[in-house]
C-alpha cells in the first residue's frame, strides 16, 4: 500500500530564516505531487505540482519554491521566511486515478 | 469556469442525529467530485468519490454523497452523527479538462460540531 510521509510536523522559524520541509511517498511510482498551504480559516491554496523529477510547475508567485529531486521525494524551500508564510503545509500525491492522498503535513509558524 | 460552493460554513448536530453537509457544483461537463474530511491538524482523508459510475455513492464512516445533475449538487449526509465526525469537510471538483496534472479545486470547507 502507498504511504506519504512529511517532516517535521511542527516548526518555528523567525523571519528572515530559510525553510525546508520534505514529502516522500512509498508504495508508488511516477506519482505526481503537490504542495498546498492551508492558512488560518482559509481554504487550501495549491502552491507546486511536479508530473516527474526536475519538472516543477508553480501556481502562484510567492516567496516559496519547490524541486523533486527523486521521483517519489518533494521538498518545499525558502531562502527567507516572510510573516505571511505560516501556514499548514500539506504534501500529496496521484497516480492514475483523479483523486488525491494527502500527507500529515507540516505547521509552520514564522516569528 | 470550474467552482465548488459549500453552502454553510459551520453545521452543528446533536449525536445520533442526520448529518447533511450541501455542495453545489459549476461544470460545463461532468465533473469528477470528492468529499475530504480534516480532523485538527491533520492532513485530509478521501472519504468518497464521484467518477461517472453510480449516482450514489457510499464512503468511508457509514457517509454517502448523492450526485445530482440538474441541481448540480453533490451533498454529502451520515444517518447517525457520531463524536468522532466532529471535523472540517472539503467538497471538491475536478473538472473534466484538469490537465496532465490532475488539478483540484477545493471548497471552503464545512466545520461540523457534533454535541453529546
Known amino acids: 500500500s502507498q504511504t506519504i510521509h512529511q517532516w517535521p510536523a511542527t516548526l518555528v522559524q523567525p523571519v528572515g530564516s530559510p525553510l525546508s520541509l520534505e514529502c516522500t511517498v512509498e508504495g508508488t511510482s511516477n506519482p505526481n505531487l503537490y504542495w498546498y498551504r492551508q492558512a488560518a480559516g482559509r481554504g487550501l491554496q495549491l502552491l507546486f505540482y511536479s508530473v516527474g523529477i526536475g519538472q516543477i510547475s508553480s501556481e502562484v508567485p510567492q516567496n516559496l519554491s519547490a524541486s523533486r529531486p527523486q521521483d517519489r521525494q518533494f521538498i518545499l524551500s525558502s531562502k527567507k521566511l516572510l510573516l505571511s508564510d505560516s501556514g499548514f503545509y500539506l504534501c500529496?500525491?496521484?497516480?492514475?486515478?483523479?483523486?488525491?492522498?494527502f500527507g500529515p503535513g507540516t505547521r509552520l509558524t514564522v516569528t | 469556469a470550474q467552482s465548488v460552493t459549500q453552502l454553510d460554513s459551520h453545521v452543528s448536530v446533536s449525536e445520533g442525529t442526520p448529518v447533511l453537509l450541501r455542495c453545489n457544483y459549476s461544470s460545463s461537463y461532468s465533473p469528477s467530485l470528492f468529499w475530504y474530511v480534516q480532523h485538527p491538524n491533520k492532513g485530509l482523508q478521501l472519504l468518497l468519490k464521484y467518477t461517472s459510475a453510480a449516482t450514489l455513492v457510499k464512503g468511508i464512516n457509514g457517509f454517502e454523497a448523492e450526485f445530482k445533475k440538474s441541481e448540480t449538487s453533490f451533498h454529502l449526509t451520515k444517518p447517525s452523527a457520531h463524536m468522532s465526525d466532529a471535523a472540517e469537510y472539503f467538497c471538491v471538483v475536478r473538472p473534466m479538462f484538469s490537465g496532465g496534472y490532475n488539478k483540484l479545486i477545493f471548497g471552503a470547507g464545512t466545520r461540523l460540531a457534533v454535541h453529546p
Open positions: 500529496a500525491w496521484s497516480s492514475g486515478t483523479y483523486e488525491q492522498y
